[in-house]
């Protein structure tokens, strides 16, 4: 996605998948046999250490809370430094950032991190499976109205006498999919002003398999086709002419 334009507004497209294992017990081990399986794309590693927490729902609100033990995650990049992967216990993240390399090449690291974690790992289950698009969109000199009406086909309704007074905006607009075994959502929402952009907008893609049981690991391959082909397309069609002219300039 974002490929075709000479200045996309691309940031960052995550790739995540969670999954229960046929493995009993976690072992620093399988960083080691992780990497030598993906070294030769993603040659540049570390190790950090993060803490473990517990999470609890309960009728008070939700409780958090650290365990004894600690989360170890390996992360590798490629040599170009915008390509990276996380892997760790029952978690495999694929993250592509500035500059985009293109849907090919990023779908075909994230397959290739699918099988070494699969073979590694020996997952029984998806528990968590998406992939997501971020944007930032340079709306100009200041947040108003105006500039959300030129920039998104997707936006908020606002009446004239109050569109004149707005001056940020937030909106999520999800959209069920593949006989609602899937969800696509649309996030909008104005950003603080950073080095580059005066009145940065979010424009976050995210698309998610809602069901999980059963889900054949075979299919991965298919599933990340169709996530992209539903990102692309929203991003096309929820975006004016008007801006997109604007990412070849």
């Avoid at 976690?26 to 999470?55: G, Q, V």
Wanted: charged share 25%.
């Amino acid at each position: 996605m974002s490929n075709n334009y000479s200045n996309p507004p691309f940031l960052e497209a995550v790739f995540e998948i969670h999954t229960t294992s046929e493995q009993n017990e976690w072992d620093l081990t399988f960083h080691a046999d992780f990497y030598a399986e993906i070294k030769d794309i993603f040659p540049n590693k570390k190790t950090e250490k993060r803490p473990n927490l517990s999470i609890h729902i309960n009728p008070k609100g939700i409780d958090v809370s650290p365990k004894t033990d600690e989360r170890y995650i390996l992360k590798s990049s490629n040599s170009e430094g915008n390509l990276m992967v996380q892997f760790s216990e029952n978690q495999l993240v694929v993250n592509a950032i500035k500059p985009y390399v293109n849907w090919d090449t990023y779908n075909s690291c994230i397959n290739r991190c699918l099988d070494a974690y699969i073979k590694i790992m020996k997952p029984s289950d998806v528990t968590n499976l998406s992939l997501r698009y971020i944007n930032k969109i340079d709306s100009g000199t200041q947040h108003n109205y105006e500039n959300i009406e030129q920039i998104f086909n997707i936006r908020p309704h606002i009446p004239n006498d109050i569109s004149s007074k707005t001056h940020s905006f937030q909106m999520i607009t999800e959209y069920l999919l593949e006989e609602e075994s899937t969800l696509l959502a649309i996030q909008q929402a104005s950003l603080r002003p950073d080095d580059k952009m005066t009145a940065p907008i979010l424009f976050d893609l995210r698309y998610l398999q809602l069901q999980l049981d059963n889900f054949s690991f075979i299919t991965l391959n298919r599933w990340l086709d169709i996530a992209h082909s539903h990102i692309e397309s929203a991003f096309e069609k929820g975006l004016s002419d008007f801006i997109k002219e604007k990412f070849n300039s």
